[in-house]
């Protein structure tokens, strides 16, 4: 099995900087995706952005391009989101996933890997 642990969230200003951390154990894959993504009360989990393992294929939601950045250490089995000029309503439980034997992919139920989340609030 797979063990996901997210870290980094907190509370940041409207225009502030996060760098969340996921660290990843109990695998082996000949390939293998890592993905983020985020949950606000009441609303469905929704995609942010995804890596392969090899760092070669990213993809990201409009909604966060040219401000999330996604990346792999497998050195230390840890994908990053590094998250600038954040906005309110990116305020959400941010989820790290994960896919075994898999490209990179924006939808949800691909992934079989979940962590437990960190919350991230932008305030105004």
């Known amino acids: 099995q797979v063990q996901l642990v997210e870290s980094g969230g907190g509370l940041v200003q409207a225009g502030g900087s996060l760098r969340l951390s996921c660290a990843f154990s109990?695998?082996?894959?000949?390939?293998?995706?890592m993905g983020w993504f985020r949950q606000a009360p009441g609303k469905e989990r929704e995609f942010v952005a995804a890596?392969?393992?090899?760092?070669?294929?990213?993809y990201y939601a409009d909604s966060v391009k040219g401000r999330f950045t996604i990346s792999i250490d497998n050195a230390k089995n840890t994908v990053y989101l590094q998250m600038n000029s954040l906005k309110p309503e990116d305020t959400a439980v941010y989820y790290c996933?994960?896919?075994?034997?898999?490209?990179?992919?924006?939808?949800?139920?691909?992934?079989?890997?979940w962590g437990q989340g960190t919350q991230v609030t932008v305030s105004s």
């Open positions: 996933a994960a896919r075994g034997g898999g490209v990179a992919t924006k939808i949800r139920g691909q992934y079989g890997y």
């Open positions: 109990g695998r082996t894959f000949s390939s293998y995706a």
């Open positions: 890596i392969n393992w090899s760092g070669g294929t990213t």
